[in-house]
């Protein structure tokens, strides 16, 4: 196969809602593809549809029409077998690990959660281990609940649990949006080297163009259900060719440059 | 005299007793605009009530704080009544938690016009729309007869401000107003609120953990860390040369998640 072909692919994607207020459509049409290695950002704000992408990609739900591909086969959500595979590829990281972590359970049994609802052999005290440090938390960590950690420290847990079954995508969706500065340069880091090591590739959901910037190699600009630009990262923040990109570049609040006076 | 005074406020937690914040003086003169920066947790939040006297039952203050010379520590509710409002009012982060979810936007900013314009009936709602207007919520009609729910979060602060406006508050507190919203929506809210701050000649303390946001809009800066000011100056010579190790830190991370490989008008021809 062409190791250039994409992971997971998405095309024409559309989605509708019925409402109170009539049809809305959430997504018109929209094409995503996640090239081995290439991180994907997607972005937009509110009711740009990301979080209908996102339910799709993961296979919570169905698009009204268009196709995901996963590894070239096209992905059925009643296929079980298939899903379970597509599961271990393809795991996880949400906005709050507040929520996203179940506060009764120790943080061992919670990353090693994965491994037992896919069925993954081994010793899994000794890989929650290995995965609390590639997280860079204490192997002590394991036996405590989620409610005795700060958010950065919870969201570091959330990534491990998440990465546990060695998945190829990783999906994010706003990971850092809910921490402090401080700590979000360090999950960011954090996101970066686990990249690397581990031959992942992210896809990152989020309306921060400046975190997406940092992490991505190609971005998906979304407005309303559709694609307004698409391209590598660095051609959108370098010459961005819709009106609407530049406008939320220009929104980006940003500190002024070293030595700038007022 | 000082429009905003803070002497060596101190807040606890009552049951069990543990200090939250110590030792905070800061002060603000009329017009003056000042922005007051923190992480969760350092008691940037627990400030902004305390000065309108609106720190829930479990937490206590200490130390002396002014709005134009009346007293805030101490005072009655009834006290605290005619302060807030009239020479002081909030917006939030979240305006959803400071609106009535059971009554239409239009009554809401009316309420307080009643008060203090003694405004009513088609009066005040010609101010109402006036409101509006400097708001730049254009649709009128609409906006006056929604429910909080029907607004979106952008249309939602605006309603706020302009309830604020209408007020005619010398003080307005903005905690984290824009944090919630869509970044293009943010930066409308934050150039309105520079706008109108000027215009309407109010003094403006601004808290936020952002400080790309802040360093747009106040000139003088606190940095706050577990209860505590760490440093203070203008913004100036804080982004420049922080003195504060915390400072220097928050100023590095900011840097790094900030630093979009972007330069300003490119594209444009």
New interface residues.
């Given amino acids: 196969m062409n190791p250039d072909a994409p992971i997971l692919e998405a095309k024409g994607l559309v989605k509708e809602f019925v409402g109170r207020r009539g049809r809305l459509r959430a997504l018109d049409g929209v094409d995503v593809a996640l090239r081995p290695g290439k991180n994907l950002g997607i972005v937009g704000?509110?009711g740009a549809g990301k979080s209908t992408i996102l339910n799709i990609l993961l296979g919570i739900e169905m698009p009204g029409a268009g196709s995901i591909m996963f590894r070239g086969e096209a992905l059925d959500t009643r296929s079980r077998l298939q899903m379970a595979r597509f599961r271990r590829e393809v795991q996880v990281v949400f906005q709050d690990p507040k929520t996203s972590l179940d506060p009764r359970m120790r943080v061992g049994t919670s990353i090693a959660e994965p491994l037992r609802s896919l069925k993954i052999g081994g010793d899994h005290a000794a890989h929650v281990r290995t995965m609390l440090a590639a997280v860079g938390l204490d192997s002590a960590v394991a036996s405590r609940y989620p409610g005795e950690f700060s958010?950065g420290q919870r969201q570091r847990i959330a990534i491990a649990r998440a990465l546990a079954p060695s998945p190829q995508v990783l999906i994010a969706d706003e990971p850092?949006s809910a921490l402090?500065?401080?700590v979000?340069?360090q999950i960011?880091d954090l996101l970066e080297s686990l990249k690397r090591q581990r031959g992942l590739t992210l896809i990152l959901v989020s309306?921060?163009?400046?975190?997406v910037?940092?992490l991505c190699d190609e971005i998906i600009v979304l407005r309303a259900g559709r694609v307004v630009e698409s391209g590598s990262?660095?051609a959108i923040?370098?010459?961005?060719?819709s009106p609407y990109t530049?406008?939320?570049?220009?929104?980006?609040?940003?500190?002024?440059a070293?030595?700038?006076?007022? | 005299m000082k429009l905003l005074d803070v002497e060596n406020l101190a807040i606890s937690f009552l049951n069990p007793e543990r200090v939250l914040l110590q030792g905070v003086s800061f002060d603000l003169e009329r017009g003056g605009r000042l922005g007051l920066i923190g992480e969760s947790g350092s008691g940037k939040s627990i400030t902004a009530l305390s000065l309108l006297g609106l720190l829930p039952e479990s937490m206590r203050a200490s130390g002396r704080i002014t709005i134009a010379g009346v007293n805030v520590i101490g005072s009655s509710e009834r006290e605290l009544t005619a302060i807030r409002g009239a020479r002081a009012a909030m917006i939030f982060q979240e305006p959803l938690s400071a609106l009535d979810p059971l009554m239409r936007v239009g009554r809401q900013i009316a309420g307080p016009l009643r008060l203090h314009q003694g405004l009513s009936g088609a009066a005040a709602r010609r101010e109402v729309f006036s409101l509006l207007d400097r708001v730049r919520l254009s649709d009128h009609e609409r906006i006056y007869n929604s429910f909080p729910h029907e607004l979106s979060g952008g249309q939602r602060q605006r309603v706020a401000l302009a309830m604020a406006l209408g007020c005619e508050s010398e003080l307005l507190i903005a905690d984290e107003p824009t944090t919630a919203l869509d970044v293009t929506v943010q930066a409308e809210v934050l150039s309105l609120l520079d706008e109108l701050v000027t215009s309407e000649g109010m003094a403006l303390l601004f808290i936020t953990h952002d400080l790309p946001v802040i360093s747009r809009i106040t000139r003088r800066l606190l940095v706050m860390q577990d209860g505590r000011i760490v440093e203070s100056g203008t913004t100036a010579k804080i982004l420049s040369s922080p003195a504060h190790p915390y400072t220097a830190g928050l100023l590095e991370s900011a840097r790094r998640v900030t630093a979009v490989p972007y330069v300003r008008g490119a594209g444009t021809q």
């Avoid at chain 1, 309306?207 to 975190?211: E, I, K």
């Avoid at chain 1, 923040?237 to 060719?241: E, H, K």
């Fill in positions: 704000e509110s958010g850092v402090d500065v401080s979000r340069a960011l309306h921060d163009l400046a975190v910037g940092r990262t660095r923040f370098s010459s961005p060719r530049r406008r939320l570049l220009d929104s980006v609040p940003t500190l002024p070293h030595n700038e006076e007022e």
